[in-house]
């Protein structure tokens, strides 16, 4: 299973192409903050950041595989509040977004992945996403979990 996380593109839909072009995936997933409507983003499945105005779902709870995933932006859910979230909905898997910093770390066996930003990174680092390959059929140990997360530097070449 490939799925490929983005987050906050802010208007830079021509990011999330070059992103789809080289990379193939079985899941397109956006943490919110792309500031367009879904059919511009689309593959990408987005949830509502605090940016968005034409996207409805504020969070978004997925079975992929043996794991469940639990998507939101990150701009209402953080902290503690996001763990508890997290553990309310029987999440392995947590996506975020909203700080424009990459981040992986695991909390209370919850995995959670924040891709940075595609547009406009804060962590001092390059506009990033994430790709993430895993067996879907094999649940595993969320730290060797955690070693599938690759954050990839998305180049701009403008």
């Known amino acids: 299973m490939k ?4 987050s906050d ?9 070059e992103i789809e072009k080289k990379e193939k995936a079985d899941y397109y997933l956006h943490c919110g ?12 499945v987005s949830v509502k950041g ?8 504020r969070d978004l709870s997925l079975k992929i595989g043996k794991y469940q995933f639990f998507m939101t932006h990150g701009h209402l859910y953080y902290g503690l509040s996001l763990l508890y979230k997290a553990k309310e909905m029987n ?9 424009h910093r990459r981040d992986v770390e695991i909390i209370d066996d919850i995995l959670f992945i924040n ?9 001092g680092l390059d506009k990033s996403y994430v790709v993430f390959e895993f067996d879907e059929n094999i649940k ?4 060797e979990l ?3 997360v690759k954050f990839k530097d998305l180049k701009e070449k403008y």
Request: hydrophobic letters at 35%.
């Open 3 to 6: 799925i490929v996380i983005a």
């Open 50 to 57: 605090n940016c968005d105005f034409h996207i409805m779902n």
């Open 146 to 148: 955690k070693k599938a």
């Open 33 to 44: 903050d792309s500031c367009d409507v879904s059919e511009a983003i689309y593959p990408f």
């Open 9 to 17: 593109s802010h208007g830079r839909t021509d990011y999330l192409k």
């Open 140 to 143: 595993i140990d969320k730290e």
């Open 91 to 99: 999440a392995d898997i947590v996506l975020t977004g909203h700080t």
């Open 115 to 123: 891709p940075g930003s595609v547009a406009r990174p804060r962590d």
